[in-house]
C-alpha cells in the first residue's frame, strides 16, 4: 500500500531534550516536506526536499533540522525543543514539486514539549 | 503576501442536508487550487483540484467550483453522510516557486 509513515504517533519530552520525528515513503517520490498543524493557524511548512541531499527552509524553520540521505525518508530534528513547539506535526510527499502534483500526508505526531 | 481564507470555520448540518464551503484565495500567480479532506487525527487526503481553465469539478457527492476572477472557490457536499464530519482545507499554488498556501480549513460535523 502507498503510503507516508511517521513515527512516533504521539510524544511527550521535555524542554531541551534532543528528539527525532521519522518520515518515510514508499511511493519513490522525489519531493517531501514537514508541516506543523496548530489551532486557528493551518499548516505551515517548516523544511521541504526536492530530491536526496537537497532541502531547503520553509516558512517556519526556526529550532528544527532535516536531512534527506535516502530517497525514502526525510526525519525531522528537534536538536532542543521548547513548549512552543508543542504541535502536530505531518509529514507529507509528492511525486515531484510539479504543477498538479497533490500531496500524500503520513498520519501525524502529535508532539507535547513540557 | 498570499493568502488563503475560509468560512465558514465552522458547520453543523443534519445528515442528509447539503452544504457549501468557501474559499477565497489571493495568490500571484495562480497556478490551481486543491480540496484537501482532514479526519480527525489523520492526514489530510487530496478531494480535487481545480485549474485555472476549470469552473466546476466532481468527485462523487463533492463538487468544487472555481471562479478565477472573482478567486473564490466552494465545495459543495450533496447529501451529507456522517462519514462527512471533518475539516476541509483549501490549499491554493502559486506559480514561479510553486509555493503553496494553505486555508485554516473549515470544520464540518454531520450529525443524525
Known amino acids: 500500500e502507498a503510503q507516508v509513515t511517521q513515527n512516533p504517533r504521539y510524544l511527550i519530552t521535555v524542554t531541551g531534550k534532543k528528539l527525532t520525528v521519522t518520515c518515510s515513503q514508499n511511493m519513490n517520490h522525489e519531493y517531501m516536506s514537514w508541516y506543523r498543524q496548530d489551532p486557528g493557524l493551518g499548516l505551515r511548512q517548516i523544511y521541504y526536499s526536492m530530491n536526496v541531499e537537497v532541502t531547503d527552509k520553509g516558512d517556519v524553520p526556526e529550532g528544527y533540522k532535516v536531512s534527506r540521505k535516502e530517497k525514502r525518508n526525510f526525519p525531522l530534528i528537534l536538536e532542543s525543543p521548547s513548549p512552543n513547539q508543542t504541535s502536530l506535526y505531518f509529514c507529507?510527499?509528492?511525486?515531484?514539486?510539479?504543477?498538479?502534483?497533490?500531496?500524500?500526508f503520513g498520519s501525524g505526531t502529535q508532539l507535547s514539549v513540557l | 503576501k498570499n493568502q488563503v481564507e475560509q468560512s465558514p470555520q465552522s458547520l453543523i448540518i443534519l445528515e442528509g442536508k447539503n452544504c457549501t464551503l468557501q474559499c477565497n484565495y489571493t495568490v500571484s500567480p495562480f497556478s490551481n487550487l486543491r480540496w484537501y479532506k482532514q479526519d480527525t487525527g489523520r492526514g489530510p487526503v487530496s478531494l480535487t483540484i481545480m485549474t485555472f481553465s476549470e469552473n466546476t469539478k466532481s468527485n462523487g457527492r463533492y463538487t468544487a467550483t472555481l471562479d478565477a476572477d472573482t478567486k473564490q472557490s466552494s465545495l459543495h457536499i450533496t447529501a451529507s453522510q456522517l462519514s462527512d464530519s471533518a475539516s476541509y482545507i483549501c490549499v491554493a499554488r502559486s506559480g514561479g516557486y510553486q509555493k503553496v498556501t494553505f486555508g485554516i480549513g473549515t470544520k464540518l460535523q454531520v450529525i443524525p
Open positions: 507529507a510527499s509528492s511525486l515531484r514539486q510539479g504543477f498538479n502534483e497533490k500531496l500524500f
